[in-house]
């Protein structure tokens, strides 16, 4: 399992693996507790949250708090961590990512992630 696999669901708080048994719980929420810190947040917010508060810079890389992967740039850091609110599931043969803060359903990690940009 690749780091940027750990997944977090606003739903449930759950952190880690994914599982396609989370897919069936998405659900849009107005807010939640960041199941990393205990933070009171609201959904629309998560995204932004993550970056702030769970991107450490260590001189030019940045290490995210959630998976401690090392990553070169804040651009890097940041697509990174949008990942962990992206579920990829697969469903009758085909995959599909599902956006964790409210629900959306996109055929590839592309439109998830640039989809991801409305909730930063």
Same mark, same amino acid.
């Given at each position: 399992m690749s780091k940027s696999s750990i997944v977090i669901c606003p %739903?449930?708080?759950y952190l880690g693996s994914p599982s396609d048994? =989370?897919?069936?719980?998405?659900k849009a929420l107005d807010s939640? +507790?960041?199941? &990393?810190c &205990?933070?009171? #947040? +609201?959904?629309? *917010?998560?995204? !932004?949250?993550?970056v702030e508060k769970h991107l450490k810079?260590?001189?030019? *890389?940045?290490?995210?708090? #959630?998976? *401690?992967? &090392?990553?070169? %740039?804040m651009g890097a850091a940041e697509r990174h961590v949008?990942?962990? =609110? #992206? =579920?990829?599931?697969? !469903?009758?043969?085909l995959n599909r990512f599902i956006c964790l803060v409210c629900g959306r359903e996109? =055929?590839?990690i592309k439109a998830a992630l640039a989809h991801m940009k409305a909730h930063q």
């Open positions: %739903s449930c708080g048994g =989370l897919a069936g719980e998405v939640m +507790t960041c199941p &990393k &205990k933070a009171d #947040i +609201t959904v629309r *917010n998560a995204a !932004s949250h993550l810079q260590q001189g030019r *890389n940045y290490t995210c708090d #959630i998976c *401690n992967a &090392k990553l070169p %740039s949008m990942q962990h =609110l #992206i =579920l990829q599931a697969t !469903s009758a043969g996109f =055929l590839t």
